[in-house]
């Protein structure tokens, strides 16, 4: 019996994450609960997020009927901000934590924590009153649990929710939890005092709906999904044998765009607030492709066409070049393609079907960015390696392979007329002579 007294103390306990009063009206932003069903209310009106994750090409961002978008920390805040403005879109704002592994070096410093803490508060006076902001985000995937290895962080990250909540009392605060973390939840239910918990997720965004019905019990509060997208790098479904990640074509990433929102993002759910697409700009992560909705130079691929359709019902006018696979000399990336230094290899595209607007075919060979010394990866972007491209012929090149041993990428990316663009590569691994 004491055992049920207690599971029916710990449900009602973590029933719901919103802890404060969030149904003032008088709120710029709030959470609204009304019939078991959270809303986000956004200047007296219900505000669902049709977000995107990044901060460039936000004119594209508002044409394809999006409404928001989130930063990691706050460089450059002021210039994002109010670029939103202008186009009338809402930012939740990122206040960048270290992770859990860096307590001696941080959370175990006192005037380190407090003056970060001065800092936020600095930033949060600042910017409280911007008609952009539309919330703050606590860190992002900190991955601690409850235990006390924790507890200093935890300490930490409260004092600056407390702080937020007390200088900004007219914006919610979040945090983001990488996947479903049923661990993490209940740490941040038990210890924490945030008003919403945000989830990146990628591949298990297939299985939200059945976890969060799972876990309805333990709790039932608000969410959003910081980041949804392709599946990620570190998920590791398909590896050559040397460890290179299988990137998919940007053609059959933007047929997962279009899979997940329709078939799994959980817009049935009364307690989701909205979700942002990852990536809307150009990053390196693995590759500088493999995110990336946009190139370097601002060409859209086409993803940023399939969020216009599900955002707005908006058909492109032009159709992206649709790519359906690269062979490497009549190989498949699963085929643990090996070269010995400056071999003569070639490589061809075929397309899904026929484009006439086609302008242009880059083709390229880099490095890939976890084996050169010296580079950290995710941040800096890899060269082209030079005079490898022998000749190209329609949808076919003929290359040298690189004389240093090492993983490499074929890239090719195909132009149209229209400033689409689509994308593949293959890894292939060069012996030493």
Known sequence: MKHCLFYLIFCFGLSGCVNRDTSKQERDVYIQKKAGKYTLIRNGKPFFIKGAAGFSKLEVLKENGGNAIRTWDTTNISSILDQANENGLAVVVGLPLLVSRNNEFFYNDTVRKNNQIKDFELLIKKYRNHPALLMWCVGNELDFDNTPYFNSLFSHFNRIVDMVHKEDPNHPVTTTVANFNRKIIISLQLKCNVDVISFNIFSKIETLRTDLNKFSLIWKGPFMITEWGADGPWEGFDTTIWGAHIEATSTKKAEVYLKRYQRYMPLDSKRFLGSFVFYWGFKQETTSTWFS???????????????????KEKR???????????????????????YTSNDRGSAEIKLLEENENIVDIKWEILQEDWFKKGISSNTTFIKAEKGLIISVSGLKVTFRAPGREGPYRIFATVYDKFGNYSTCNTPFYVMGK
């Open 316 to 338: 492109p006018e032009h159709k992206a070049p649709q790519i359906n696979y690269m062979l490497v000399d009549k190989l498949g990336a699963k085929d643990n393609i090996i």
């Open 293 to 311: 909705m946009f190139d370097v130079n601002g060409n859209k691929s086409e993803a940023v066409d399939v969020m216009g359709y599900l955002w």
